[in-house]
């Protein structure tokens, strides 16, 4: 193996440069994996901008990977060369309060490869070899590459716990998609996606939403969920998008006495408006959730194997490494892309 590889660096915000970079060294306790695919996640853009991690550039980013090992530490249990695989990239002390509590999350050194550290927008990348997940036969590397997405959906769709028969609500249709098929697949009726796209929201009704609602064409979502509701709102609402409107409306269209569920990320210093008075008299409740961790992954990687989740209407198209900026500014300007993958493997794009 050659010591060099390629990898897309982002420098500074708003610069991104292919180059060769040393293939990252492993410790005992390491595997290095040969990268696949990655799929680009809104999380990379905010990288790029400087909106994340701008204290951790230079940097590569990219979280959501499959790949095959092709080096193993001398502690790696259980793991071998040629090995499909994809790893959890959520990493904490182990020893402090939240670690012992089983919440790594909350760890005050969390941190997440590719969004921490150095990630799979490269030739070659390495995890500790206790978080890696070998990949069922029958996932394709874009599939093991979605297991992370999936996994962060599956972390919230637990902490919601909607029951059988109970109305669901989600505003947002990139990953509001998924909410919407995990919804459908906890037994909720009817469950309601709502987003500003019609193409994502026929995906989203392929997927299992009983309602789509085009934002574009209806102004007032909240009296329309409430239509949809016997006139009380939403058993549970998912707030996919992260804008501040966009809880405002979340907390407005769940029924008293239900569930909003906190997915999509807002900036640091922005807040909402919300009314303690329907958290008390109301008994509005929040869950939330940041990324999917230890038991999502495998529950993700079930779900995958066993066609329970069927992400393929959902990947629309797979660039050669060096594109991964234009794959990011066409990301934001595009309406037709869902996911877009990115390989070091492939030298010009392939359409799903
Ligand atoms: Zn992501
Ligand atoms: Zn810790």
Same mark, same amino acid.
């Given at each position: 193996?050659? !010591?060099?590889m390629k990898?897309?660096v982002i ?13 990252p060294?492993?410790s005992?306790?390491?595997v290095?994996?040969?990268v696949?695919?990655?799929?680009i996640?809104? %999380? ?5 901008t400087?909106?994340y991690s701008?204290d951790?550039?230079?940097? *590569?980013a990219g @979280?959501?990977?499959?790949? !095959?090992?092709?080096k193993?530490g ?13 790893a959890?990239?959520?990493?904490s002390?182990? #020893?402090?309060?939240y670690c ?5 999350l909350?760890c ?6 590719g #969004?921490h550290?150095?990630g799979s927008?490269?030739?070659? *990348?390495k995890v500790?070899?206790?978080?890696? @997940? ?11 590459a979605f ?6 959906? /599956? @972390?919230s769709?637990?902490a ?7 109305? !669901? ?5 990139g990953l509001?998609?998924? @909410?919407g =098929? ?6 909720? =009726?009817?469950v309601?996606? #709502?987003?500003d796209?019609e193409?994502r929201?026929?995906?989203a ?7 789509? #609602?085009n934002?574009?064409e209806?102004?007032? &979502? *909240?009296?329309?969920?409430r239509?949809?509701t016997?006139?009380?709102?939403a058993?549970?609402?998912?707030e996919a998008?992260g ?10 269209? !769940?029924?008293?006495g239900? %569930?909003?569920? =906190?997915f999509?990320? %807002?900036?640091?210093d922005?807040?909402?408006k919300i009314?303690p ?6 008994e509005k409740?929040? /869950? ?7 038991n999502?992954?495998n ?10 989740i069927?992400p ?6 797979? *660039?050669p490494l ?6 990011l ?13 990115v ?7 392939? &359409?799903?």
């Amino acid at each position: 193996m050659s !010591v060099m590889m390629k990898a897309a660096v982002i420098e500074k915000p708003g610069v991104l440069t292919i180059k060769n970079i040393q293939v990252p060294e492993i410790s005992d306790d390491e595997v290095l994996i040969k990268v696949k695919v990655t799929g680009i996640c809104g %999380t990379d853009w905010s990288i790029f901008t400087g909106k994340y991690s701008a204290d951790k550039l230079p940097m *590569v980013a990219g @979280h959501e990977f499959s790949g !095959v090992i092709v080096k193993t530490g001398k502690n790696a249990q259980n793991l071998q060369a040629d090995d499909r695989v994809t790893a959890d990239i959520n990493m904490s002390c182990g #020893i402090c309060f939240y670690c012992r509590r089983g919440s790594k999350l909350m760890c005050k050194d969390f941190t997440q490869i590719g #969004i921490h550290t150095n990630g799979s927008y490269a030739e070659y *990348v390495k995890v500790p070899w206790e978080q890696v @997940h070998k990949l069922p036969e029958n996932l394709s590397f874009e599939e093991g590459a979605f297991i992370e997405p999936l996994s962060c959906v /599956v @972390h919230s769709a637990k902490a919601m716990q909607a029951d059988l028969g109970s109305s !669901v609500a989600v505003i947002g249709c990139g990953l509001g998609i998924l @909410h919407g =098929a995990l919804a459908k697949l906890r037994g909720a =009726a009817p469950v309601i996606v #709502i987003g500003d796209n019609e193409m994502r929201l026929n995906v989203a009704k392929e997927m299992g939403a009983d309602y789509i #609602i085009n934002t574009n064409e209806v102004k007032d &979502i *909240v009296s329309e969920v409430r239509k949809l509701t016997e006139g009380r709102g939403a058993d549970y609402v998912v707030e996919a998008v992260g804008s501040v409107a966009t809880y405002e409306k979340a907390f407005e269209m !769940v029924r008293p006495g239900g %569930t909003v569920a =906190a997915f999509g990320i %807002t900036g640091g210093d922005e807040t909402i408006k919300i009314r303690p008075f329907d958290l008390v008299l109301g008994e509005k409740k929040v /869950v939330s959730s940041c990324a999917g961790v230890g038991n999502d992954w495998n529950e993700s990687i079930k779900l995958l194997e066993y066609g329970r989740i069927k992400p393929k209407k959902m990947f629309s198209m797979e *660039v050669p490494l060096e594109e991964l900026q234009a794959a990011l500014e066409q990301l934001r300007t595009d309406s037709k892309l869902i996911k877009v993958f990115v390989s070091p493997e492939i030298n010009k794009r392939v &359409i799903f």
